[in-house]
């Protein structure tokens, strides 16, 4: 393990774990909403919703302890690399503006604090990108996109889903605007 750890290092490697994808294809079963929407399934169109309960992978006769247990060792390796040095990114390959909030989630149920996983999604972002003179984190001079929170997710992440306000490019809208014009319930 540390050899490998020290591989990534050697080769400045970046890690973007999409692990809501991992998680809906190790623990999502048949017939059940898939954990990673699960907050926001109820709020979507019932032609995406219907998406939600296809069940992951095939899951063998007496195997499921096993994949179950299998996505908890990627949350751990999750944290082993993170505690590591080895920088992580928020991205997912999943439902856009949706799936990353549970990402965001997962990171702290791997064991990063909430604080952290806030500046990994934004200025480490930044960094990663080398645009961190310009973005990734409110300074004079500092392009700011922002968001305005109905809560803390500093202390409870899950509040990133009580997004009010987003300002892009100086341009101010409401979450519930943009939600209704997509066909999606605030």
Do not use: C
């Not at 079963?29 to 954990?35: H, I, L």
């Not at 996505?71 to 505690?83: A, H, I, N, S, V």
């Not at 480490?124 to 392009?143: N, P, T, W």
């Amino acid at each position: 393990m540390q050899a490998f750890i020290q591989l990534l290092k050697d080769h400045k490697t970046v890690l973007d774990p999409t692990l809501n994808v991992f998680e809906g294809m190790f623990t999502d079963r048949p017939g059940k909403v898939s954990a990673s929407y699960a907050a926001v399934a109820d709020r979507l169109p019932v032609q995406i919703r219907r998406g939600f309960f296809y069940g992951g992978l095939p899951v063998p006769e007496g195997m499921d302890q096993q994949y179950q247990d299998s996505f908890r060792q990627m949350l751990k390796m999750t944290k082993t690399l993170w505690d590591a040095g080895i920088p992580i990114e928020a991205g997912t390959d999943s439902l856009a503006g949706f799936s990353l909030h549970r990402e965001l989630e997962l990171y702290v149920e791997a064991g990063i604090p909430a604080p952290k996983v806030l500046q990994l999604a934004t200025l480490g972002a930044a960094r990663i990108m080398k645009q961190d003179q310009e973005r990734g984190s409110i300074a004079v001079g500092k392009l700011a996109d922002v968001i305005l929170v109905d809560g803390n997710p500093a202390d409870r992440i899950s509040d990133i889903r009580r997004v009010q306000t987003v300002v892009k490019g100086g341009v101010v809208y409401q979450t519930s605007d943009l939600y209704r014009a997509i066909g999606v319930q605030p």
